[in-house]
């Protein structure tokens, strides 16, 4: 299979350091990886091309990078399913993370994140003397998340993260969750209420916008951010319910629960905990002020869907104890 | 000056045990590796670890006697009696921290068959172990308060009238070279596997500490012992677990026979490897394989426990022979996997150089001998990791730091760097090289050896090591140079090849994993002992050592 490998390049030391493209040409046999060009690249062509590899068969999370466009590991993609019709492939380093030479990226930003997890089990109580007792089942839904290699796949493509370097991000919150939902750690009962306090804190859980582009990156199926939702479940269900995240989450549902539709004008003021948040009314103040001027202010009488009786029953049988009978009868909306 | 009470070189399961421990002990510790921990290459074990629980009605001694007669009684018995008595507190310490192993239906500590032993005791998570226990070992590290040295290259030992008293590195991040003065030095650098091409080992397994400490004249112990693992991917080599057999997978010749039968008619594909590896490459060179490859069938195991206990290995047949092994047979071979032989230690990881420590895969305590066996590599890596720490704290208290010139050290070492970025291009790439060694060391040091082949090797390396002192180095620049990191590990892999070598040619016997054709017995009257190579003037030269015999009395090995 001949390939032609387009990379993005850069070089630290040279005099005006600037990224830039360069192509190489290789040859390789049909079930080669994308890792395979770039090695053969390395040791038969250039020398001064730079990336970190080292299993080679997805374990070690060093060669994560983007093939055309997206985060996965070079040693995990398959060279032919990548190729366009021009028999080429584009190769970036991983994203968000700054680069350090060609598609080797500073992880120190990744490490800081994790170590603020604080990434080890704290059981609550004395050790037993031999092994804790666990059901396999927990065992191996956490090793679902301890499957993570931490490769950095999902920091690259995180979109929040794009925008705001303060969230934890989705490595850093699976690796959290891989605590909260470890029945070791915590309390007797397996509940880990101070890492759940601390992630419902601002560029904790709540920060992720829920895009699946970390889902979509993770080469070992970690899905971390069906990890974020189910920590948001956990510290909800702790408590820490007391937050702009907790509270959207609820009066959306309860919103949708009630009328079968978004109650758009108070969905953002029960977020913020109510018209007495006085500091969040005056900076919807402006957002206000030209939703009116342009016809976008949502109606201030909110209306039902059409036989929203169907949305309800729909709420009630999936949470029979959020949503009991009294659903309905009076709006939670005033 | 950068200083510490213990250095720890290289950052796998032993590196960082072994640095935790020193901690623990009051040591100013640091841990320098040329990846960061978790890149490191105890990730690549996969079936498990070996402990003999009393309360499952098990028993140290008979996990020591597997054990013992896997190594083909070449294995010191009082090392072995350590690892096996402290297995149990290793695996559940292992626990405790975090490691989420798989369970029995009790809630219990679950386990698995595995090679060469008579009960299940290999307690697993799913089939990457390694990994999980690295990656918990990780976590135990960010909470000690041990200095990493993440991504340092270690280039030379400071050695000054036979006493070791630190390292020269370089940052490979910056390309800055600097010294670090240490009371302990431990290596944790793990093994050689990229010597031989194909092998299931990374990239980064190049035998740096070996050849750091046989350079400044440890001996290395038993290098003829060189682990042909049995089911190992055509092409690209990777390891496909021995769980797949643990968990019932058979191995099949061209036409489906289970040929294990001839070979091992008890153990069938749960012999040790090396009789599982020898069984394999007898039947290829039969011509009962196709490809060079025999079969192995995970057929019959049901989808469910293919996805509960081997996904891992699945997916690695799917991306890389894109074979569903649920589905239809992998094609394998024996491939280079492991070495026994290593830097000579105590049971407390002394080395014969004052201070110096070695445990984990570089170390040899002994306590796999001619063959080890699977899921003892992890245990041995946290019960020799952690005693090194402890020993190397506890030494460190009454040792004073060597007094060195730093800046004279650096603008040695320095210069030495400069001389080999400055070298001229004269065609060569220190690529070919590497797979010219490679290659001859698969073909000639193989499953089966003899005088003629591996007379070949050692000319063969002759050779390339006569390249090696003109090849050029491309990249001239500092940050994040691979190439002349590259090149430098490519002495350090020379040198532990003509270790290999050497003794391969020596030990006039087969036991273990060395097969001689042209001595196919093994020879208890005159081989029954380990072979030292140490640095000479022009090579390695061997000595020998007996084999620590406690208990258990020789006998003939049949599984």
């Not at chain 1, 479940?233 to 702009?244: D, K, L, M, T």
């Not at chain 2, 070495?339 to 445990?359: H, R």
């Amino acid at each position: 299979m001949d390939a032609k490998v387009k990379i993005k390049r850069f070089d630290p030391e040279a005099a005006q350091p600037e990224s830039y493209w360069q192509e190489y040409a290789v040859s390789l046999a049909d079930n080669a990886t994308v890792l395979d060009a770039l090695i053969k690249i390395r040791e038969e062509q250039d020398g001064t091309l730079t990336l970190r590899c080292s299993c080679r068969s997805a374990i070690c999370g060093s060669c994560a990078m983007r093939i055309n466009g997206h985060a996965g590991l070079a040693c995990k993609t398959a060279l032919s399913r990548v190729l366009d019709a021009d028999n080429a492939i584009v190769v970036e380093p991983a994203g968000v993370m700054p680069v350090v030479k060609d598609l080797t990226v500073d992880f120190e930003p990744f490490w800081s994140k994790i170590r603020a997890v604080e990434p080890y089990l704290q059981p609550q109580g004395a050790e037993p003397e031999g092994e804790y007792i666990a059901s396999n089942e927990s065992m191996l839904h956490l090793s679902g998340v301890t499957a993570c290699i931490m490769c950095g796949a999902c920091v690259s493509d995180c979109t929040v993260l794009e925008v705001d370097p303060t969230f934890l991000g989705p490595a850093a919150l699976a690796k959290a969750y891989r605590f909260t939902a470890d029945p070791r750690d915590g309390n007797r009962e397996g509940v880990s209420r101070e890492r759940l306090r601390n992630l419902s804190e601002p560029t904790g859980i709540w920060d992720c916008t829920r895009c699946n582009e970390c889902v979509q990156a993770c080469p070992k199926g970690v899905a971390p951010m069906d990890r974020i939702m189910a920590l948001r479940e956990q510290a909800v269900n702790a408590g820490f319910n007391r937050n702009n995240g907790a509270r959207h989450t609820s009066a959306f549902t309860e919103s949708v629960g009630h009328s079968g539709r978004l109650d758009e004008l108070r969905l953002p003021i029960k977020s913020v905990g109510g018209v007495t948040n006085l500091g969040a009314m005056f900076s919807y103040a402006p957002v206000g002020w030209r939703a009116l001027t342009h016809g976008k202010m949502p109606p201030i009488r909110h209306k039902n869907v059409e036989n929203v009786e169907n949305v309800r029953r729909l709420f009630r049988k999936l949470e029979p104890d959020l949503y009991g009978p009294q659903i309905g009868k009076s709006s939670p909306f005033g | 000056m950068l200083e510490h009470d213990v250095l720890v070189i290289g950052a796998g399961l032993a590196g960082m045990r072994a640095a935790i421990a020193a901690r623990a002990n009051g040591a100013n510790t640091a841990i320098i590796s040329k990846v960061h921990p978790v890149r490191s290459h105890s990730n690549a074990a996969q079936g498990g670890i070996n402990a003999a629980l009393l309360d499952r009605g098990d028993d140290w001694e008979d996990h020591a006697y597997d054990t013992i007669k896997g190594s083909d009684f070449l294995g010191d018995q009082d090392a072995i009696e350590v690892m096996c008595r402290s297995a149990g507190k290793a695996l559940i310490d292992m626990e405790h921290m975090g490691v989420t192993f798989n369970r029995d239906d009790e809630g219990k500590l679950g386990t698995r068959a595995f090679g060469g032993q008579r009960r299940a005791r290999t307690f697993f998570v799913g089939d990457f172990t390694g990994q999980a226990l690295l990656h918990v070992m990780f976590e135990q590290l960010v909470k000690s308060d041990v200095q990493s040295y993440e991504e340092w290259f270690v280039t030379s030992l400071i050695v000054e009238d036979g006493q070791v008293g630190g390292v020269t590195a370089l940052e490979i991040r910056t390309g800055q070279l600097r010294a670090i003065r240490a009371k302990t030095i431990i290596f944790c650098t793990g093994g050689c596997g990229r010597l031989f091409e194909p092998s299931t080992n990374a990239l980064i397994v190049t035998g740096d500490g070996m050849a750091l400490a046989y350079n400044a004249g440890a001996g290395l112990m038993d290098m003829e012992m060189v682990q042909y693992h049995p089911t190992t991917l055509a092409g690209s080599g990777v390891l496909l677990s021995e769980a797949a057999r643990g968990e019932g997978a058979y191995l099949r010749d061209k036409d489906g026979n289970r040929f294990m039968e001839k070979y091992a008619p008890n153990m069938m594909e749960l012999a040790s490897r090396d009789v599982v590896s020898r069984a394999e490459q007898t039947e290829i060179n039969a011509g009962n394989g196709i490809n060079g490859c025999v079969f192995l069938d995970c057929t019959h195991l049901g989808e469910a426990l293919i996805t509960e206990k081997l996904s891992q290995i699945r997916e690695i047949g799917i991306d890389l022979a894109g074979v569903d092994m649920a589905r239809e047979p992998v094609p394998i071979r024996p491939g280079m996997h492991y070495i026994m032989g290593g830097i000579k230690t105590d049971i407390d990881g002394q080395t014969t150089l004052p201070g110096v420590y070695a445990a984990g895969e570089c170390a040899n305590v002994s306590v796999h001998g001619g063959n080890r066996l699977g899921a003892n590599s992890l245990l041995d890596t946290i019960v020799f990791g952690e005693r090194s720490g402890n020993h190397a704290a506890e030494a460190s208290r009454d040792m004073d730091y060597l007094q060195f010139n730093e800046q004279e050290v650096v603008a040695r070492e320095e210069k030495r760097i400069r001389d080999m970025l400055e070298r001229p291009d004269n065609g060569d790439r220190w690529g070919n090289i590497r797979l010219g060694m490679g290659e001859s060391m698969v073909r000639n040091v193989a499953v089966y050896r003899d005088h003629q082949s591996i007379e070949e090797a050692i000319r063969d390396l002759g050779q390339l090591r006569d390249r090696y002192a003109q090849v050029p180095v491309h990249n001239k620049n500092r940050v994040f140079n691979t190439d002349l990191v590259f090149a430098l590990e490519l002495g350090y892999m020379l040198d532990v090849a003509d270790t290999i070598a050497i003794s391969a040619l020596d030990r006039k016997e087969s036991r273990g994993a060395q097969a001689r054709t042209d001595y196919p017995s093994r020879d208890d009257a005159n081989w029954l002992k380990h072979i030292v190579a140490k640095k000479g003037e022009i090579g390695p030269e061997v000595s020998y050592l007996p084999v620590t015999i406690t208990k258990w009395e020789l006998e003939e090995r049949k599984y």
